[in-house]
């Protein structure tokens, strides 16, 4: 399948049905709501399959780059794909491994901007957001993206976030969360 970004540009892809890209409309709608709040920003994405996400937060100038991603295929396609559009002195780090248990490293850089896109049918959806709220990964004024089926209606905001704004892409659904202000 041809992944392309910000820019017209060409991304690798893997074979099969492994990955689960996000689709271009629903990414140029989040980079969208997000304009003029990407350039310079620390970006974290969880589950980051071939890192189209990640890329196009560097195409469109984000300091730093973090990726999260389970299966080794996948963050040898991120490490090519975010190699071939950072520029200097942009930073990424592709990180193998299983989410909840790579998160803890990430703890004391909390992040301006989180993108996660489980598999749907995981039961990632609350530790990972619990995870983020504990560990304090959301900048202050930050904001995290969650990508998800239209249908799932069982994720549950941690008590540290709050859930603003969704929108709907056919059947995919974004949420979007932020730390409270108290």
């Given at each position: 399948?041809?992944?392309?970004?910000?820019?017209?540009?060409?991304?690798?892809?893997?074979?099969?049905?492994?990955?689960?890209p996000?689709?271009?409309?629903?990414r140029?709608?989040?980079?969208?709501?997000?304009?003029?709040?990407?350039?310079?920003?620390?970006?974290?994405?969880l589950?980051?399959?071939?890192?189209?996400?990640?890329?196009?937060a560097?195409?469109?100038?984000?300091?730093?780059?973090?990726?999260?991603?389970?299966?080794?295929?996948?963050?040898?396609?991120?490490?090519?794909?975010?190699?071939q559009?950072?520029?200097?002195?942009?930073?990424?780090?592709?990180?193998?491994?299983?989410?909840l248990?790579?998160?803890?490293n990430?703890?004391g850089?909390?992040?301006?901007r989180?993108?996660?896109?489980?598999?749907?049918?995981?039961?990632?959806?609350?530790?990972?957001?619990?995870?983020?709220?504990?560990?304090?990964?959301?900048?202050?004024?930050?904001?995290?993206?969650?990508?998800?089926d239209?249908?799932?209606?069982?994720?549950?905001?941690?008590?540290?976030?709050?859930?603003?704004r969704?929108?709907r892409?056919?059947?995919?659904?974004?949420?979007?969360?932020?730390?409270?202000?108290?």
């Open positions: 399948m041809p992944l392309r970004i910000h820019g017209n540009r060409p991304l690798k892809t893997l074979p099969g049905e492994a990955t689960r996000t689709p271009a409309r629903v140029e709608a989040l980079f969208n709501i997000w304009l003029g709040e990407i350039e310079g920003c620390r970006w974290l994405d589950c980051a399959g071939t890192g189209a996400m990640g890329a196009e560097l195409s469109r100038g984000a300091s730093e780059v973090v990726g999260i991603d389970q299966w080794g295929k996948a963050c040898g396609v991120i490490r090519q794909n975010w190699q559009v950072a520029k200097p002195p942009q930073q990424f780090q592709v990180l193998r491994g299983d989410v248990k790579r998160l803890p990430l703890a850089k909390p992040f301006d989180i993108y996660f896109d489980p598999p749907y049918a995981s039961d990632l959806y609350n530790p990972v957001l619990g995870a983020i709220a504990q560990l304090q990964l959301l900048a202050p004024k930050g904001e995290m993206a969650v990508e998800c239209r249908q799932r209606q069982t994720i549950q905001v941690p008590e540290d976030l709050e859930q603003f969704e929108k892409y056919g059947n995919t659904e974004i949420r979007f969360y932020r730390r409270k202000i108290v």
